[in-house]
């Protein structure tokens, strides 16, 4: 858990290097254009890098109840008993757009799910802890994206959803940009 959380803050000081950037170019100890160039350097590292870090690379460990994968921040494993969230992470490449289902449980250990292995280990999970809890006894939080991708639920969810994505991901983008290019003065 802790290296997911260093993981974690070295993206975000990666996004944020810019920022610090243009401090010191103000006060004349770098040249004029560092925050420009450190924010389209950041822009590539941490918006590569943030999605990566809980997602599995290597599968190796699997069972009824667990699923143990390797990720860029170590080795995680997610109890499929008592998973408390799953949604779906999507993001763009020039294949059209790529999906991760990132699975929280009671632990606090996140796992994005990328194999069709594992997804139909999560569902299955999903299926099970919707039909056997009680009543009054937390069920796991699954997104209506989530949901359909699972083929748990009608696929409009996921247009949706994916419409939004791309949405927020360009608007993001060009915002952090054109902050960027602002405080590097052109």
Same mark, same amino acid.
């Given at each position: 858990?802790?290296?997911?959380?260093?993981?974690?803050?070295?993206?975000?000081?990666?996004?944020?290097?810019?920022?610090?950037?243009?401090?010191?170019?103000?006060?004349?100890?770098?040249?004029?254009?560092?925050?420009?160039?450190?924010?389209?350097?950041?822009?590539?590292?941490?918006?590569?890098?943030?999605?990566?870090?809980?997602?599995?690379?290597?599968?190796?460990?699997?069972?009824?109840?667990? $699923?143990?994968? &390797?990720?860029?921040?170590?080795?995680?494993? +997610?109890?499929?008993?008592?998973?408390? %969230? /799953?949604? *779906?992470?999507?993001?763009?490449?020039?294949?059209?757009?790529?999906?991760?289902?990132?699975?929280?449980?009671?632990?606090?250990?996140?796992?994005?799910?990328?194999?069709?292995?594992?997804?139909?280990?999560?569902?299955?999970?999903?299926?099970?802890?919707?039909?056997?809890?009680?009543?009054?006894?937390?069920?796991?939080?699954?997104?209506?994206?989530?949901?359909?991708?699972?083929? $748990?639920?009608? &696929?409009?969810?996921?247009?949706?959803?994916? +419409?939004?994505?791309?949405?927020?991901? %360009? /608007?993001? *983008?060009?915002?952090?940009?054109?902050?960027?290019?602002?405080?590097?003065?052109?």
């Amino acid at each position: 858990m802790r290296r997911a959380r260093k993981g974690f803050g070295l993206a975000v000081t990666i996004l944020l290097l810019p920022f610090g950037g243009y401090g010191l170019a103000r006060t004349g100890i770098l040249p004029e254009g560092t925050p420009l160039v450190l924010g389209l350097l950041s822009l590539i590292v941490g918006f590569v890098l943030l999605p990566a870090l809980c997602e599995e690379r290597a599968p190796f460990l699997r069972s009824s109840s667990r $699923l143990t994968a &390797r990720t860029l921040t170590g080795e995680r494993s +997610v109890d499929l008993n008592r998973i408390t %969230t /799953v949604r *779906l992470l999507t993001t763009f490449s020039y294949g059209g757009p790529y999906r991760a289902l990132v699975v929280r449980d009671i632990h606090g250990v996140r796992l994005g799910i990328t194999t069709g292995r594992s997804r139909g280990m999560l569902r299955r999970a999903i299926e099970r802890a919707d039909s056997t809890a009680p009543r009054d006894a937390p069920r796991p939080r699954v997104s209506r994206a989530a949901r359909a991708h699972l083929n $748990l639920a009608p &696929r409009r969810g996921l247009i949706v959803h994916t +419409v939004l994505a791309f949405l927020l991901l %360009t /608007v993001g *983008l060009s915002l952090y940009m054109s902050v960027v290019i602002r405080l590097g003065g052109y």
